[in-house]
C-alpha cells in the first residue's frame, strides 16, 4: 500500500440495530483508518426508505459510540445525494455507456426465454439499439415510462482484493444491469459508487457478501472515468454450528452485549480476532496494540466463527484489569438492574461509598467474566441472609445434618477464638480439622456454604475477612439453626 492518505468507509443501512457483523467491519476500517493517520467516513445507506429509521441510525450511531470506534467525517446520508446519483446515470447515457430501456421487466424475460438467451437485458440491449438514440430520447422526453441500463462492455473484470488475491469476472456473466428504475430512483450499486468517489474513499472494506457487487461497480468506475478504489472483502461470521450468525445463536446486537456486562475493549478485541490474527499468540490485545498490529494481509478468507465463551473468557481479563473507578459504578448498575437496592441491601455491610464494598469487587473481579457475572458474585456479600443454593446444601450439608452442624459449631469455636485477619483464621481453621482427623476442605466446605449459600467463592479466608466476625457469626448461626431442623429447610 502506498502512503497517500487513506480514506475509508462504514456505510450501514439504518434497517436494525448495529450487528456484531457490522461493527465487525467497522472495526477493521476503524483500526486501518488509525493505524495510518487515515480518514474513517461514516455513511448512512438509507434509501430503502420503506425500512430505514431515524431510530435505527441512532441506535448504530451509540453502538459504534459505544465501542469507541470513532469517524472522522459525516455521518452523511445516502439519501441527499440522489440528485448526483442521478446526474451519474444520465451522464453514462450521454456518452453512450448506457441505454434506456422502455419495456416492461415480464415482457423481456418472455422474450429471451421464446429465445432462449440468458439475460433478458440481451433483449433489452437489442431493442435499445433497434429504437437507436435519437428516437429514445424523444420517447423519453415524451415521459414515456423507462429503466436506464448499463452497457456492459465485452471482456472481463478483474481486481486484487486485499484478501482474496486476484478476482475476476467474466463480462459476459454480468447483466446489462439497471442504474435508474422507472421511478427516476438509482439502485443501490451506483449510489455506493457515487458516493464512495464523492468522499474520495480509497479503500473499500467490507463483507464477502458483497463480492458479487463488485464486479458491477467497477464497470460504474470505469464508465464514469473515475479511480477505483482497493477493495477487501472480509470473511463472514458463521455461529459454532456454521451457520451464518443469527439471532437463533444468541444475541447479534453490540446493544445486547453491552447489556450483558460485556464492555466495550473486550468486545472490540474480540471482534478483532473474528477473521483476523496478529500472526503470534497473542489474544488479549488492546486498542494501540490492535492498531498498531492489524494488517488486512492477516484477514482470512475463510468464514470466521463467534465463539460466545471466548467473548466472555477475554471480557473476564479486562474485567479484572479494570481500574476500581470503573468497576465501583458499572457494577452497581448490575447491582441495581439484579434489584439489589437500598431496600435489600444489609444495613450491616459496607455501603456502595464504603471501601469495603471496592475491597469486595476487588477480591471478585478475577473470578467474574462479565460485570453482570461480578454482581451475581456479589451479591451474597450484600444481602443479609444470602440464599442458599440447593446445589450447595445438598452436596455440603444434607448427607449428615447433625455432623455437619456439630462440625460446624467446633470450627466457629475455633475461628472465634482469636484475631480475625486472614493468616490466624486460617491456621486456627487448619488446627481445627487436624484435630478432628479430617481434611481441611472436609470444614471449609460447609462453612463456605453457611457464609454465602454457594459451592463456589473466593478464598474461604478472604471471605471470612471480609465479612468481619460479626457478620460471619450471624450466618453460621443461621446455618445451625438450619442444620438442626433439616426437615423443614433441606430438601
Ligand atoms: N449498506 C451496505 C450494507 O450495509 C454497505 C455495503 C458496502 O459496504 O458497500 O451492507
Known amino acids: 500500500m502506498t502512503s497517500e492518505t487513506i480514506r475509508v468507509r462504514f456505510p450501514p443501512s439504518p434497517t436494525g440495530y448495529l450487528h456484531v457483523g457490522g461493527a465487525r467491519t467497522a472495526l477493521f476500517n476503524w483500526l486501518l483508518a488509525r493505524q495510518r493517520s487515515g480518514v474513517l467516513v461514516l455513511r448512512i445507506e438509507d434509501t430503502d426508505r420503506d425500512r430505514s429509521s431515524e431510530a435505527h441510525t441512532r441506535a448504530i450511531l451509540d453502538g459504534m459510540t459505544w465501542l469507541g470506534l470513532d469517524w472522522d467525517e459525516g455521518p452523511f446520508f445516502q439519501s441527499d445525494g ?150 477487501g472483502h472480509v470473511p463472514m461470521i458463521l455461529g459454532p454450528d456454521g451457520k451464518r450468525l443469527s439471532k437463533r445463536h444468541g444475541a447479534t446486537a453490540v446493544a445486547d452485549y453491552e447489556a450483558h456486562g460485556i464492555l466495550p475493549d473486550a468486545m472490540v478485541n474480540f471482534l478483532a480476532l473474528l477473521g483476523w490474527n496478529p500472526g503470534d499468540e497473542r489474544e488479549v490485545m488492546d486498542r494501540a496494540e490492535l492498531i498498531e498490529a492489524f494488517s488486512m494481509d492477516r484477514v482470512q478468507k475463510k468464514s470466521a466463527v463467534f465463539d460466545t465463551d471466548k467473548l466472555e473468557w477475554l471480557n473476564g481479563r479486562y474485567v479484572a484489569g479494570l481500574p476500581l473507578a470503573a468497576l465501583v459504578p458499572s457494577a452497581l448498575d448490575r447491582l441495581e438492574a439484579r434489584g439489589l437496592g437500598p431496600d435489600r441491601w444489609d444495613p450491616e455491610a459496607p455501603g456502595p461509598e464504603d471501601e469495603g464494598f471496592g475491597a469486595l469487587l476487588q477480591l471478585l473481579q478475577s473470578r467474574a467474566r462479565t460485570i453482570e457475572d461480578l454482581a451475581e458474585q456479589a451479591e451474597p456479600f450484600l444481602v443479609a441472609e444470602p440464599e442458599l443454593e440447593a446445589a450447595a446444601t445438598r452436596k455440603h450439608w444434607a448427607r449428615d445434618p447433625a455432623a455437619t452442624a456439630e462440625g460446624l459449631r467446633a470450627l466457629w469455636a475455633a475461628l472465634d477464638a482469636g484475631s480475625w485477619e486472614e493468616e490466624p483464621l486460617e491456621v486456627r481453621l487448619r488446627a481445627c480439622a487436624e484435630e478432628r482427623g479430617v481434611g481441611a476442605g472436609k470444614v471449609i466446605h460447609p462453612l463456605r456454604v453457611a457464609l454465602t449459600g454457594r459451592t463456589r467463592s473466593p478464598g474461604i479466608f478472604e471471605v471470612l475477612a471480609w465479612l468481619g466476625r460479626d457478620r460471619a457469626e450471624r450466618r453460621v448461626r443461621r446455618a445451625l439453626s438450619i442444620l438442626e431442623e433439616p426437615d423443614v429447610f433441606l430438601s
Open 82 to 231: 440522489v440528485e448526483r446519483h442521478r446526474a451519474a446515470a444520465l451522464r453514462l447515457l450521454d456518452d453512450g455507456r448506457a441505454y434506456h430501456d422502455f419495456s416492461d421487466p415480464g415482457e423481456l424475460r418472455e422474450e429471451a426465454a421464446r429465445r432462449g438467451v440468458g439475460h433478458p437485458s440481451a433483449i433489452a440491449r437489442e431493442w435499445a439499439d433497434a429504437t437507436g438514440v435519437d428516437a429514445a430520447r424523444e420517447r423519453a422526453a415524451a415521459g414515456e415510462p423507462h429503466a436506464i441500463r448499463l452497457r456492459i462492455p465485452a471482456g472481463e473484470t478483474a481486481w486484487d482484493d486485499a484478501v482474496h488475491g486476484r478476482m475476476s469476472f467474466a463480462n459476459r456473466d454480468l447483466d446489462d444491469f439497471v442504474i435508474l428504475r422507472s421511478d427516476g430512483s438509482p439502485i443501490y450499486n451506483l449510489a455506493v459508487v457515487c458516493d464512495d468517489a464523492e468522499q474520495r474513499i480509497t479503500h473499500v472494506i467490507r463483507g464477502d457478501d458483497h463480492l458479487s457487487n463488485t464486479p458491477k461497480q467497477i464497470l460504474l468506475y470505469e464508465a464514469l472515468g473515475w479511480p477505483v478504489p482497493t477493495f
